[in-house]
């Protein structure tokens, strides 16, 4: 069964940066579609970005666009989330998740496992 482990989350001013990473371990990471997704107190759990199998196609919420990178080492079974030009509402818990597909889908109830989050908080 896979789990994955993020890490990489923590207090940033607004306009900073943060590297999230994702440790996944099993034998079926790179046949997996993957994807970050946040929840903000309050508020339900939000897609962030995707990416497919091979990491040739990726997909991201309008609100981060331009600012966020999604992309992935099969070989060392990890995922990754560049986020640049922070802002205040991108404050939330960053989840992890795979799916049992390899082709990229945009809503939570579409992945299968998932991580235990990480914390994110930019401050103004």
């Known amino acids: 069964q896979d789990q994955l482990v993020e890490s990489g989350g923590g207090l940033v001013q607004a306009g900073g940066s943060l590297r999230l990473s994702c440790a996944a371990s099993g034998r079926t990471f790179s046949t997996r579609a993957m994807g970050w997704f946040r929840q903000a107190p309050g508020k339900g759990r939000e897609f962030v970005a995707a990416?497919?199998?091979?990491?040739?196609?990726?997909s991201y919420a309008d609100s981060v666009k331009g600012r966020f990178t999604i992309s992935r080492d099969n070989p060392k079974n990890t995922l990754y989330l560049q986020m640049d030009s922070l802002k205040p509402e991108d404050t939330a818990v960053y989840y992890c998740a795979a799916r049992s597909g390899s082709i990229i889908r945009n809503t939570p109830h579409e992945y299968n496992y998932w991580g235990q989050g990480t914390q994110v908080t930019v401050s103004s």
């Open positions: 990416i497919d199998w091979s990491g040739g196609y990726a």
